[in-house]
């Protein structure tokens, strides 16, 4: 459990390095091309790795299994971006979601709570953004999705729980959120939403965020336990036309833990070939548990990319794969930093 006492920075950089270092390795040593990796979800643009389109995916897997979505590019105009926001918030109400249609862990992500903040929220969408019905509660899950030739399989869940505080009577939210053992500089992405000097009475929880990214302050817990033969049965009636896609990690929410066991759920999201096992990061777990848990995963990835390889798919050479990888982190964090200016 001393990991994590490491910055959480320092710590997922240094899980992230160990986990792909362990998939490398399980393919180099079975004397297999590591870009086969990318067809363990050969219906996807690249696997659904990062710079994948978000909407591509969850057209591919069934808009009738998300919320209600549609795609604001900035290419239409200002005009017409607003134009469909103001429609869909009339249809579907508000809050509205709004996320990068490529991102990663959280960031750009933001909600708008009228339609009066649309006019200002617009000139600061730079790239694709998806506006997403939101989905009230609190109990959301990072649920592993394996589809191998035995069929559907649950590695893995872990429970989310949203950066939150609990009032003591006297001291201040922002006092209450720098004694959490999660808090970090990141945390300042929500907490300008918020009241800071506002006093809590005793035993009130406040809830901060609804982002459940453990890099914006999320805790999470290893539930991998609450696997049951309704929740698989699921994912197979979900999938069933996704051909192609064969390994997830789906971020949903339900409105309680039995219904989420009955596979009674809303997914919010479906990534990609680079999900990691985020059960990972319970910090009950110590570092044999979670290497353990990142060598069983990056198997898997191998074993489950290994049935599809005779696949055709269209895969960028190296250079052209990482420079687009460069492009979305540097969109992403110029992305991430406009949607702050939006809450100043």
Request: glycine share 8%; charged share 20%; net charge positive.
């Amino acid at each position: 459990m001393l990991t994590f006492l490491i910055p959480a920075r320092i710590r997922v950089i240094g899980i992230d390095i160990s986990y792909y270092s362990l998939v490398v390795l399980h393919q180099l040593i079975r004397l297999r091309s590591v870009k086969n990796l990318l067809k363990v979800n050969y219906g996807l643009d690249h696997g659904g790795y990062a710079f994948a389109s978000k909407f591509g995916i969850q057209a591919y897997v069934g808009h009738e299994h998300f919320p209600a979505t549609i795609l604001l590019d900035p290419i239409v105009g200002r005009q017409a971006m607003e134009s469909r926001l103001i429609s869909f918030g009339k249809q579907y109400g508000y809050p509205i979601v709004l996320k990068p249609d490529s991102g990663y862990v959280g960031k750009g992500i933001f909600k708008i709570d009228n339609a009066s903040a649309i006019t200002g929220v617009v000139p600061n969408l730079t790239s694709g953004y998806l506006a997403q019905a939101f989905v009230p509660g609190d109990i959301e899950f990072g649920l592993f999705y394996v589809r191998g030739k035995d069929g559907v399989s649950i590695p893995s869940i872990n429970q989310k729980y949203y950066p939150s505080v609990i009032g003591d009577g006297k001291s201040s939210i922002i006092e209450l959120a720098i004694k959490d053992s999660c808090y970090n500089d990141n945390w300042q992405t929500f907490l300008k939403d918020v009241d800071l000097r506002e006093v809590l009475p005793t035993g009130k929880k406040r809830t901060l965020s609804f982002i459940g990214s453990n890099t914006l302050g999320s805790r999470f817990t290893d539930v991998s336990d609450l696997v049951t033969p309704e929740l698989v049965a699921s994912l197979e009636r979900i999938f069933a036309n996704a051909q192609g896609v064969n390994f997830s990690r789906l971020d949903v929410k339900a409105t309680s833990i039995e219904s989420f066991q009955g596979g009674e759920f809303e997914i919010i999201e479906v990534n990609g070939l680079a999900s990691q096992p985020t059960c990972m990061l319970d910090q009950r777990h110590r570092v044999r548990d979670i290497f353990r848990i990142l060598n069983t995963h990056a198997l898997l990835l191998v074993r489950t990319a290994h049935l599809h390889r005779k696949e055709k798919m269209y895969i960028m050479n190296w250079i052209p794969f990482l420079k687009e990888t460069r492009k979305l982190m540097v969109t992403v964090e110029r992305q991430h930093t406009l949607t702050q200016r939006i809450r100043e």
